[in-house]
């Protein structure tokens, strides 16, 4: 089949995916620039295996880049649209770029060809414009990985000609093809992520708890895990989550909610939730350190594996302590150029995590990049590197570091045996 897709970001990029399940595919931008350095085989985002994907299909003659729309629509049997929907000051979704991308499609496609949006849009969205849902639930730093293996395919429409169409375009993926209105795979996007987001707050107010009771909350997050009811992942207790989805799509669920009437006092109280898990650690380190004290960063990334530093809680962390008069030098082995964009001339930004840590009154762990294990020296006795350790991400809760000599604090580690 012909596949085209409208918009080049995380979610446009990984429909490169559908090359592997034997379509052809022509990716369509309105940046230039971003379309000249794709042909070229040149990649605006950090994804494993994604880089690959493109080149090999290229090669074969199945991928393109263009910025010419109506050309790329000829003979598509289906277009995807991927475009940004990024958030406006009150909560709720802003929609121009999908409003500029449908329009332009329908003025160009042809009459078989079935449009389809896939970016996370308002219920009610896809009905309005009268195109298939199909939303997307892959995580940065897995996308290629999520998009060739999902957990589902969730399909938005109750028009049997597009079903088909749509089915057809997934029929090589061994997994669930749920078919359904398009306000219900709509708003089996928000409340996915909603539930996760959710999920990761409920364990860290439980954090809060082991810390004054003396658990650990890695058993107890492993115990309650094993109940398949609830399920092992999205347990891990830390500094809250971030990126350009959970803190997005909570709001805008929480905007659809209030339109409708709904007092959504569960996802109101996660994101509170999600903003103490931030000051809670703060105060951890000033209780130590005081405000003004020299701290050593590591990790500016909203998560291991990717450069992206969208609504990332590091560097939530590091605005809180600059507020009150921390001095702060950073790294990260990936996201320091994305992060000079926001944090500027404010913090120091070293070339190694052990540079970072020269001099400074305490080490913040803030992305879990698995690295950064291997750079602890064996005893915390030495000089030049920081007695104390806050571990935002319980990276190095299992390195027994206290019993090496250091002031080791991670989260909801009241008692660790
Ligand atoms: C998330 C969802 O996982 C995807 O299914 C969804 O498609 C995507 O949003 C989206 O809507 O586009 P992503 O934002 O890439 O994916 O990252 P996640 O791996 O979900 O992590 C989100 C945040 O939660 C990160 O800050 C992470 O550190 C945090 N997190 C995650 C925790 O604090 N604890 C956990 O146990 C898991």
Known sequence: MKVVVVGTGYVGLACVGFVTMG???????VDAGKIERLNHGELPIHEPGLAELVIDGMREGKLRFTTNLPEALTGADVCFVCVGTPSLPDGSVDLQYIEAAVASVRAAKEPQTVVVIKSTVP?????RFGVVSNPEFLAEGRAVQD???PDRVVIGTTDPLAKEVMLAVYASLD???LVMAPASAELTKYAANGFLATKISFINEISAIAEK???DIRDVAQAIGADPRIGPHFLRAGIGYGGSCFPKDTEALMKIADLNAVDFAMLKAAKVANDRARERFVQKVIATTGAQAKLAVWGLAFK?????????AAIDVIELLLAR???ITVYDPMATENAKKVLGERVRYASTALEATTEADALLVLTEWPEFKNLIPASGAGIGFPHHIFDGRN???DMHLAEKGYAYVGVGLGQTV
């Open 123 to 127: 219920v009610g969205t896809c009905n």
């Open 147 to 149: 998009f060739l293996h």
């Open 325 to 327: 008069g921390a001095s």
């Open 175 to 177: 997994c669930p093809k």
């Open 23 to 29: 379509h052809e595919v022509v990716g369509v931008d």
């Open 213 to 215: 009771v003396g658990a």
């Open 304 to 312: 291991a594996q990717t450069d992206d530093v969208r609504k990332s």
């Open 395 to 397: 990276l190095f809760a």
